[in-house]
């Protein structure tokens, strides 16, 4: 079971400098006013951080832009306890660099997180900026990889999962700045979003295919250039789960998946969520999915009732399913995809997806080539070189 | 080598134990320096007066057991050491082919005197308990860490057991306060039952140690596995971490251990000895499928240049200060601070044989 709070996800403002096509937040324009931190919900903020127990807490920022409020962000830091080993993740889409944020960014605690969603026409085409922007956030990125290398930053690329870029170029486009991890995470358009990209609810087998196609890149690679390990981190992820029990920091994928306990997400209005899924759902408008806020707790019905669904324990498929064990429930997903979590689970995304993955992944374990077993072992962060994984 | 027992002269009645102290203090328990030459140290305490035959600079802190009868000194506590043990008995239950410390028929209590030098040890110190086998007198043992933690919790405990006496009669005690404050430091030399009953010297104690680690499972107790790499278990440990990662999941660590030359291993050094430079591959292997399923599993008392690079990670620098001892080509070694070097009594052949890096 999981322990007491040691992940937050932080809203600090809602409000962005940009407006990309994916933006699945319903950010709030630069200049509007009330989606920022009140001082009341700051203060409570402050008084959750002040009461962790340890001994160690991640705190990501993420927004809209936090870096628009460095003001918030330095307020949190101060107010975790002086005792409790913690770490600072501010996901920024770096358009801008200031030297309030530099000088947060600059602290060894703290670490920078990104999207980069490949080469740079793709990465404008998607966050509506022009060339020039674009241009501008590769510039801020390569600043920070100079100033910090690549062990500080990692970016996320943001994918159209209906016209993804070609694995190769997308590789690329990561390892000339020296980012060794790619996650692949297809966009799951929401409210906003959806409505531009109304195909975009089931991930088809074209999907499937890619990410497969994307890691046998990355096996082939590897094996070639022996210099460095790329991997892409969610196969990494699946990889763990199936060697090593009670590998559950992930709240994508685990089981039981306990809701508002070990993890939750603070909005800008001090709601609090399960997930940051869970919060752009609601904010999207379809369905309210808060679990209580800042002020008055989350332990409340709202949070026991998902947490009563949130296994995959007595699941009629999932119990006739060899990957049961390594697998997990996100029923955030279920009601993103289909507003409700009692579709026969192997008709879901989540499943379908899973399903193929842990295939991909059994077949390569049992694989008797030597590449796959060298990129396998290094994901896997083995020392020896060679020798199969699979039990003899 | 930094020396643990001293001769010493002393007029009192009784063996004592006292802290030696820089200066005069309003403590009963501590004793001041009122001479020191390069070779002696005169002492004024509770029980009057007593040299000890090294300097005052090397011992001020050391909290020392002085036996008049004996004429010398043991220092239980060193000042700043993370190397401390107190030796509880002589005795064991088992005859490991390799033991540092052969075993006893007779038993010496001095639980006492340990209680009382616990009691002046340095904040926050963990202190390790050794034997012979410290669990054949387990009731006085645990008796005295629990009255110890119930004024000290600051004190930790690593005991080093064979793990043959702990039985359903413990797990509440060893459930309650001593939980969190004892590390039980416990062998494991093959998933197999007649190689380990073979290597520890005695049958049956593969099925009772798997018996001990059930009860102190649900005494919720932390434990070290500790393996010491032998002629005889080398191609076992791949196998072994299987049966660790598959059986014993909840223990704190793995230890793999290089061999001490020292005790049945210096007679038996050339049968059970393994040059790792020339064998490693069993060990890597062995430590590749402990990571794999998720086991911490460390490499002690073995000098990092005689294990591949890849794997270096995995070493500590572990020999105790007092009895480690390096190579004189090792000055020039850029990585010689996290190296464990060589046992004292290592054979002077293989010390030579180092690659600085
Ligand atoms: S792959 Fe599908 S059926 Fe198998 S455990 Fe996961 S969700 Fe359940
Ligand atoms: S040369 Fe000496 S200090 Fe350096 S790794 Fe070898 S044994 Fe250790």
Known sequence: MPGALDYLILVPTLRCNLACSYCQVSRAAIDARGHDWSSATLAGVEALVGGLTGPEVKIEFQGGEPTLRPDLIRAVIDAVPAEIQAQFIICTNLQTLNDEAMALFDRDDVQISTSLDGPLAVHSRQRQVDAGEAKGFHANLRTLLARYGPGKISALPTINPLSPPDPEQLIDSFAELGLDSIYLRPINYQGFARKRHPASRVNGDQWLAYHAAFVRRLIARNWIDRSRVLEESYFSLLLRRIFRPGEDRHVDLRNPNPIGRDYIVVDHDGCVYPTDEARMLTRAGIIDLSIGDIHAGWDTPERAALEAAATNDGDPACEACAYQPYCGRDIIDDIARYGRIDLPREETDFCRRHLYLFDLAFELIHSDDPAVQYSLRRWLGLAGETGALAAP | ?357
């Open chain 2, 1 to 357: 080598m930094i020396p643990l027992v001293l001769n010493a002269e002393s007029d009192a009645e009784a063996p004592f134990v006292t802290r030696l102290a820089s200066r005069r203090s309003a403590d009963p328990r501590e004793s001041f320096c009122l001479s020191s030459t390069p070779t002696q140290s005169l002492w004024c305490g509770m029980e009057g007066l007593f040299t000890l035959a090294h300097p005052m600079d090397a011992l001020t802190g050391d909290v020392v057991l002085v036996d008049p009868s004996a004429r010398r000194a043991e220092r239980l506590l060193r000042a700043g050491s993370p190397h401390n043990s107190l030796l509880v008995t002589e005795q064991c239950d088992q005859l490991c082919v390799m033991c540092s410390q052969p075993p006893k028929k007779t038993h010496r209590d001095r639980f006492e005197h340990f209680e009382t030098a616990c009691r002046l040890a340095e904040q926050g110190s963990v202190i390790g308990i050794t034997g012979g086998e410290p669990t054949l007198h387990m009731g006085p043992l645990l008796a005295m860490i629990e009255r110890l933690l119930a004024d000290r919790p600051d004190l930790g405990f690593h005991i080093l057991s064979n793990g043959q006496h702990f039985d359903a009669a413990n797990t509440a005690r060893l459930a309650g306060r001593l939980r969190t404050n004892i590390v039980w430091g416990i062998p494991l030399y093959a998933a197999d039952a007649p190689l380990h009953d073979h290597i520890v010297g005695k049958p049956g104690a593969f099925e009772r140690l798997i018996a001990s680690f059930a009860h102190l499972l649900v005494a919720g107790a932390r434990i070290e596995l500790r393996t010491v790499m032998l002629e005889d278990n080398l191609d076992a440990l791949a196998g072994l971490a299987r049966f660790v990662a598959h059986n014993l999941p909840h223990i704190e660590q793995w230890s793999l251990m290089g061999l001490e030359n020292i005790g049945f291993a210096r007679r038996r050094w050339d049968a059970l000895h393994v040059d790792l430079r020339a064998r490693f591959a069993p060990v890597g292997n062995a430590l590749d499928q402990a990571s794999l399923y998720g086991v911490p599993v460390r490499l002690f008392n073995i000098p990092l240049c005689h294990i591949p690079p890849e794997f270096r990670d995995y070493a500590v620098a572990s020999i105790s200060d007092w009895k480690q001892r390096f190579a004189p080509a090792c000055e020039g070694c850029a990585a010689r601070a996290n190296c464990a070097g060589f046992f004292e009594w290592h054979p002077d052949h293989l010390v030579e044989k180092v690659v600085p890096l």
